[in-house]
């Protein structure tokens, strides 16, 4: 593997080294690029990773892929301003889905921590159990578990409206988890906000759960507006 790809997800690593080859004027704008198997040898990564990225650069307007004739660097690509669009424009959707998110689990986390009894908690511990075991493996699986955990709290809150609301908002949550997971691997790891959720139920402190949701979200909503603005 290429010394500028550190292990984890790929694609995204790609997609910001081809980004930044753009921005740099490596590639100039209009340039075709080498062909998908070249840059798969040189990088040492499979060719389905490459075409992927590629797939997300052509999204973001920066290349203009020719089926027959090859992937060239868009004229604006140059720009970054132009570029930068797309990705703002993401950006913007998922601080929306946090947003709403944060609003929704805070209040449940204060009702679960008042309402919740013993025998209601071996299960939430055993879900949070399976959530930190899937961190760094599928990041579907990872998601999924991660939502379980979240849907379990809200349910013990013993509100239907609040229950009601998550499902509805759970596969755009989701979508934007996984996005999140895929574009940004570094993102900060709240499994240690997740633990503090599970002890403040637990001692039946609803400020403490209150406050470890809010850890939890706001770090991932901090995270995004740092990169809007960086």
């Given at each position: 593997m290429?010394?500028?790809?550190r292990s984890g997800p790929l694609v995204p690593q790609l997609e910001r080294l081809l980004r930044d080859r753009i921005?740099?004027?490596?590639?100039?704008?209009?340039?075709r690029l080498p062909r998908e198997s070249d840059l798969a040898a040189e990088l040492g990564v499979g060719r389905?990773?490459?075409?992927?990225?590629?797939?997300?650069?052509?999204?973001?307007?920066?290349?203009?892929?020719?089926h027959g004739v090859g992937t060239f660097v868009a004229e604006s690509g140059a720009a970054p301003s132009a570029s930068d669009l797309p990705r703002l424009l993401r950006r913007a959707r998922l601080l929306e889905v946090f947003e709403v998110?944060?609003?929704?689990?805070?209040?449940?986390?204060r009702l679960a921590a008042a309402r919740a009894?013993?025998?209601?908690?071996?299960?939430?511990?055993?879900?949070?159990?399976?959530?930190?075991?899937?961190?760094?493996?599928?990041?579907?699986?990872?998601?999924?578990?991660?939502?379980?955990?979240?849907?379990?709290?809200?349910?013990?809150?013993?509100?239907?409206?609040l229950a009601s609301l998550f499902a509805s908002v759970r596969p755009l949550l989701r979508d934007a988890l996984i996005e999140l997971e895929k574009d940004?691997?570094?993102?900060?790891?709240?499994?240690?906000?997740?633990d503090d959720l599970l002890a403040a139920i637990e001692a039946q402190d609803g400020a403490a759960a209150m406050a470890a949701v809010a850890a939890n979200i706001d770090s991932v909503i901090t995270a995004l507006q740092m990169e809007d603005h960086a």
């Amino acid at each position: 593997m290429n010394s500028q790809l550190r292990s984890g997800p790929l694609v995204p690593q790609l997609e910001r080294l081809l980004r930044d080859r753009i921005s740099s004027g490596h590639w100039a704008a209009g340039q075709r690029l080498p062909r998908e198997s070249d840059l798969a040898a040189e990088l040492g990564v499979g060719r389905s990773s490459i075409r992927e990225a590629v797939r997300l650069l052509a999204q973001d307007g920066q290349l203009i892929v020719r089926h027959g004739v090859g992937t060239f660097v868009a004229e604006s690509g140059a720009a970054p301003s132009a570029s930068d669009l797309p990705r703002l424009l993401r950006r913007a959707r998922l601080l929306e889905v946090f947003e709403v998110r944060r609003a929704l689990e805070v209040e449940a986390a204060r009702l679960a921590a008042a309402r919740a009894r013993s025998h209601d908690l071996s299960a939430i511990r055993s879900g949070l159990a399976v959530r930190h075991s899937l961190l760094g493996n599928d990041i579907e699986d990872f998601v999924d578990a991660d939502l379980d955990f979240h849907a379990s709290i809200v349910a013990l809150s013993g509100n239907a409206v609040l229950a009601s609301l998550f499902a509805s908002v759970r596969p755009l949550l989701r979508d934007a988890l996984i996005e999140l997971e895929k574009d940004e691997p570094e993102h900060p790891d709240t499994s240690s906000a997740h633990d503090d959720l599970l002890a403040a139920i637990e001692a039946q402190d609803g400020a403490a759960a209150m406050a470890a949701v809010a850890a939890n979200i706001d770090s991932v909503i901090t995270a995004l507006q740092m990169e809007d603005h960086a």
